[in-house]
Protein backbone atom coordinates (compact mmCIF):
# COMPACT_ATOMS: atom_id res chain seq x y z
CA UNK A 1 0.00 0.00 0.00
CA UNK A 2 1.26 3.68 -0.52
CA UNK A 3 2.29 5.57 2.40
CA UNK A 4 2.02 9.32 2.66
CA UNK A 5 4.50 10.85 4.98
CA UNK A 6 3.81 14.80 6.28
CA UNK A 7 6.03 17.46 7.02
CA UNK A 8 6.22 19.32 9.65
CA UNK A 9 4.09 17.07 11.93
CA UNK A 10 3.96 20.59 13.73
CA UNK A 11 4.66 24.59 13.35
CA UNK A 12 4.40 27.63 14.61
CA UNK A 13 4.17 31.02 12.81
CA UNK A 14 3.31 34.54 12.72
CA UNK A 15 0.13 35.65 11.51
CA UNK A 16 0.77 36.95 8.02
CA UNK A 17 3.45 34.22 7.68
CA UNK A 18 4.07 31.93 4.40
CA UNK A 19 3.50 28.62 5.52
CA UNK A 20 4.25 25.35 3.54
CA UNK A 21 3.25 21.94 4.13
CA UNK A 22 4.97 18.65 2.45
CA UNK A 23 3.69 15.48 1.80
CA UNK A 24 4.88 12.41 -0.09
CA UNK A 25 3.63 9.59 -1.47
CA UNK A 26 6.19 6.16 -1.40
CA UNK A 27 5.08 5.72 -4.78
CA UNK A 28 3.70 7.89 -7.92
CA UNK A 29 0.00 8.80 -7.55
CA UNK A 30 -0.15 11.13 -10.33
CA UNK A 31 -2.17 14.25 -9.12
CA UNK A 32 -4.49 12.29 -7.44
CA UNK A 33 -3.69 14.54 -3.69
CA UNK A 34 -6.21 16.06 -1.83
CA UNK A 35 -5.89 18.57 1.21
CA UNK A 36 -8.09 19.20 4.15
CA UNK A 37 -8.39 21.57 6.99
CA UNK A 38 -9.63 20.41 10.30
CA UNK A 39 -10.11 22.82 13.06
CA UNK A 40 -10.25 21.98 16.65
CA UNK A 41 -13.29 19.92 18.02
CA UNK A 42 -14.38 20.30 14.03
CA UNK A 43 -15.10 17.73 11.09
CA UNK A 44 -12.27 18.37 8.58
CA UNK A 45 -13.49 20.50 5.40
CA UNK A 46 -11.75 19.95 1.68
CA UNK A 47 -9.04 22.41 0.57
CA UNK A 48 -7.66 21.27 -2.40
CA UNK A 49 -8.38 18.16 -4.63
CA UNK A 50 -5.80 16.71 -7.83
CA UNK A 51 -3.23 18.66 -5.96
CA UNK A 52 -3.71 22.21 -7.05
CA UNK A 53 -7.81 23.06 -7.63
CA UNK A 54 -9.45 25.06 -4.95
CA UNK A 55 -12.43 23.80 -3.44
CA UNK A 56 -15.08 25.95 -4.13
CA UNK A 57 -15.26 28.79 -1.03
CA UNK A 58 -11.85 28.11 -0.06
CA UNK A 59 -10.01 31.37 0.51
CA UNK A 60 -7.26 31.86 -2.37
CA UNK A 61 -4.52 32.34 0.21
CA UNK A 62 -3.98 28.61 0.46
CA UNK A 63 -2.59 26.80 -2.46
CA UNK A 64 -1.31 23.58 -3.19
CA UNK A 65 0.87 22.21 -5.58
CA UNK A 66 2.96 19.03 -7.00
CA UNK A 67 2.55 15.71 -8.60
CA UNK A 68 3.97 12.36 -8.64
CA UNK A 69 5.41 11.77 -4.90
CA UNK A 70 6.30 15.05 -3.90
CA UNK A 71 3.34 17.46 -3.02
CA UNK A 72 3.20 20.82 -0.82
CA UNK A 73 0.18 23.03 0.75
CA UNK A 74 0.91 26.60 0.67
CA UNK A 75 -1.13 29.24 3.21
CA UNK A 76 0.58 32.83 1.34
CA UNK A 77 -0.51 34.90 4.33
CA UNK A 78 -1.37 32.85 7.52
CA UNK A 79 -4.39 33.95 9.51
CA UNK A 80 -5.65 33.19 13.37
CA UNK A 81 -8.85 31.09 11.56
CA UNK A 82 -6.27 29.03 9.82
CA UNK A 83 -5.27 27.36 12.91
CA UNK A 84 -5.79 23.88 12.44
CA UNK A 85 -4.34 20.33 11.36
CA UNK A 86 -4.19 19.69 7.82
CA UNK A 87 -4.27 16.33 6.16
CA UNK A 88 -2.75 15.01 2.44
CA UNK A 89 -4.93 12.20 1.25
CA UNK A 90 -4.01 10.26 -1.37
CA UNK A 91 -7.48 8.77 -3.28
CA UNK A 92 -8.56 7.27 -6.75
CA UNK A 93 -7.56 3.76 -6.00
CA UNK A 94 -7.92 2.44 -2.75
CA UNK A 95 -6.98 2.30 0.11
CA UNK A 96 -7.29 5.68 0.35
CA UNK A 97 -4.41 6.80 3.14
CA UNK A 98 -4.06 9.91 5.00
CA UNK A 99 -1.30 11.58 6.11
CA UNK A 100 -0.22 11.62 9.99
CA UNK A 101 -1.37 15.73 9.48
CA UNK A 102 0.18 18.82 10.35
CA UNK A 103 -0.55 20.93 13.10
CA UNK A 104 -0.30 24.85 12.46
CA UNK A 105 -0.57 27.20 15.35
CA UNK A 106 0.04 30.88 15.87
CA UNK A 107 3.17 32.20 17.33
CA UNK B 1 -29.91 21.07 3.74
CA UNK B 2 -27.40 18.15 3.67
CA UNK B 3 -26.98 16.41 6.67
CA UNK B 4 -25.31 12.74 7.57
CA UNK B 5 -25.88 12.14 11.07
CA UNK B 6 -23.62 9.03 12.81
CA UNK B 7 -25.20 7.02 15.79
CA UNK B 8 -24.48 3.85 17.63
CA UNK B 9 -21.25 4.53 19.11
CA UNK B 10 -20.66 3.51 22.88
CA UNK B 11 -18.63 1.05 25.17
CA UNK B 12 -17.98 -2.12 24.00
CA UNK B 13 -16.06 -5.32 25.94
CA UNK B 14 -12.75 -6.57 23.65
CA UNK B 15 -14.38 -9.41 21.20
CA UNK B 16 -17.56 -7.96 21.03
CA UNK B 17 -20.02 -6.08 18.57
CA UNK B 18 -21.33 -3.00 17.73
CA UNK B 19 -23.35 -0.92 14.52
CA UNK B 20 -22.95 2.16 13.68
CA UNK B 21 -25.52 3.88 11.38
CA UNK B 22 -25.31 7.82 9.67
CA UNK B 23 -28.52 8.73 8.44
CA UNK B 24 -28.60 11.12 5.35
CA UNK B 25 -30.42 14.24 3.79
CA UNK B 26 -30.36 16.34 1.48
CA UNK B 27 -29.36 14.94 -1.06
CA UNK B 28 -30.00 11.67 -3.44
CA UNK B 29 -28.68 9.28 -1.50
CA UNK B 30 -28.47 6.02 -4.17
CA UNK B 31 -26.16 8.09 -6.56
CA UNK B 32 -22.84 8.77 -3.95
CA UNK B 33 -20.84 6.45 -2.75
CA UNK B 34 -19.78 6.41 1.04
CA UNK B 35 -17.06 5.96 3.60
CA UNK B 36 -16.17 5.68 6.56
CA UNK B 37 -13.56 6.98 8.14
CA UNK B 38 -12.49 7.54 11.65
CA UNK B 39 -9.87 8.84 14.15
CA UNK B 40 -8.21 7.48 17.51
CA UNK B 41 -7.64 9.59 19.84
CA UNK B 42 -5.19 12.26 19.42
CA UNK B 43 -4.46 10.89 15.79
CA UNK B 44 -4.85 11.71 12.56
CA UNK B 45 -7.57 10.29 10.17
CA UNK B 46 -7.94 6.54 9.09
CA UNK B 47 -9.95 5.15 5.98
CA UNK B 48 -11.68 2.58 6.93
CA UNK B 49 -14.43 1.27 4.40
CA UNK B 50 -16.00 2.82 1.16
CA UNK B 51 -19.24 1.17 -0.47
CA UNK B 52 -20.20 2.29 -4.11
CA UNK B 53 -24.05 3.96 -4.32
CA UNK B 54 -25.56 0.44 -5.23
CA UNK B 55 -24.31 -1.15 -2.76
CA UNK B 56 -22.69 -3.94 -4.98
CA UNK B 57 -18.87 -2.84 -4.84
CA UNK B 58 -17.23 -2.67 -1.03
CA UNK B 59 -13.64 -2.30 -0.19
CA UNK B 60 -11.96 -2.21 3.56
CA UNK B 61 -8.48 -0.83 5.10
CA UNK B 62 -6.65 -4.13 5.87
CA UNK B 63 -6.69 -3.32 9.53
CA UNK B 64 -10.20 -3.85 9.78
CA UNK B 65 -11.12 -6.95 6.47
CA UNK B 66 -12.67 -9.17 7.82
CA UNK B 67 -13.71 -8.33 10.84
CA UNK B 68 -16.19 -5.21 9.48
CA UNK B 69 -18.85 -4.78 7.27
CA UNK B 70 -19.89 -1.96 5.51
CA UNK B 71 -23.40 -1.96 3.68
CA UNK B 72 -26.54 0.53 3.02
CA UNK B 73 -30.28 0.85 2.96
CA UNK B 74 -30.97 3.28 -0.18
CA UNK B 75 -34.77 3.07 0.88
CA UNK B 76 -33.86 4.44 4.43
CA UNK B 77 -30.83 6.95 3.17
CA UNK B 78 -28.90 4.67 5.92
CA UNK B 79 -25.05 3.84 5.89
CA UNK B 80 -24.32 1.03 8.24
CA UNK B 81 -21.01 -0.35 9.79
CA UNK B 82 -20.77 -3.61 11.44
CA UNK B 83 -17.94 -4.02 13.74
CA UNK B 84 -17.21 -7.41 15.00
CA UNK B 85 -13.98 -8.78 17.23
CA UNK B 86 -13.62 -5.80 18.09
CA UNK B 87 -10.61 -4.71 19.52
CA UNK B 88 -8.66 -1.60 21.74
CA UNK B 89 -7.40 -0.40 18.87
CA UNK B 90 -10.54 0.22 17.15
CA UNK B 91 -11.33 2.58 19.72
CA UNK B 92 -12.19 6.08 17.67
CA UNK B 93 -14.62 8.05 16.87
CA UNK B 94 -15.58 7.16 13.04
CA UNK B 95 -17.72 9.45 10.83
CA UNK B 96 -19.57 8.36 7.40
CA UNK B 97 -18.47 10.43 4.33
CA UNK B 98 -20.26 11.48 1.36
CA UNK B 99 -17.76 10.92 -2.09
CA UNK B 100 -17.21 13.49 -3.95
CA UNK B 101 -19.56 12.64 -7.76
CA UNK B 102 -16.76 15.09 -9.46
CA UNK B 103 -13.90 13.59 -7.92
CA UNK B 104 -13.74 9.98 -7.39
CA UNK B 105 -11.50 9.85 -3.64
CA UNK B 106 -12.56 12.87 -2.40
CA UNK B 107 -14.62 13.48 0.18
CA UNK B 108 -16.77 16.43 0.42
CA UNK B 109 -19.07 16.08 3.49
CA UNK B 110 -18.46 14.65 6.80
CA UNK B 111 -20.76 12.91 9.47
CA UNK B 112 -20.29 14.68 12.68
CA UNK B 113 -18.91 11.02 13.97
CA UNK B 114 -20.13 8.72 16.93
CA UNK B 115 -17.73 7.57 19.18
CA UNK B 116 -16.31 3.86 19.55
CA UNK B 117 -14.07 3.02 22.89
CA UNK B 118 -13.09 -0.85 23.52
CA UNK B 119 -12.33 -1.33 26.87
CA UNK B 120 -13.21 -4.38 29.60
Known amino acids: DIQMTQSPSSLSASVGDRVTITCRASQAISNSLAWYQQKPGKVPELLIYAASTLQSGVPSRFSGSGSGTDFTLTISSLQPEDVATYYC?????????FGQGTKVEIK | ELQLVDSGGGLVQPGGSLRLSCAASGFTFSTYAMSWVRQAPGKGLEWVSLISGSGGATYYADSVKGRFTISRDNSKNTLYLQMNSLRAEDTAVYSC?????????????WGQGTRVTVSS
Open chain 2, 97 to 109: ARVSLAVWGVTDH
Open chain 1, 89 to 97: QKYKSVPWT
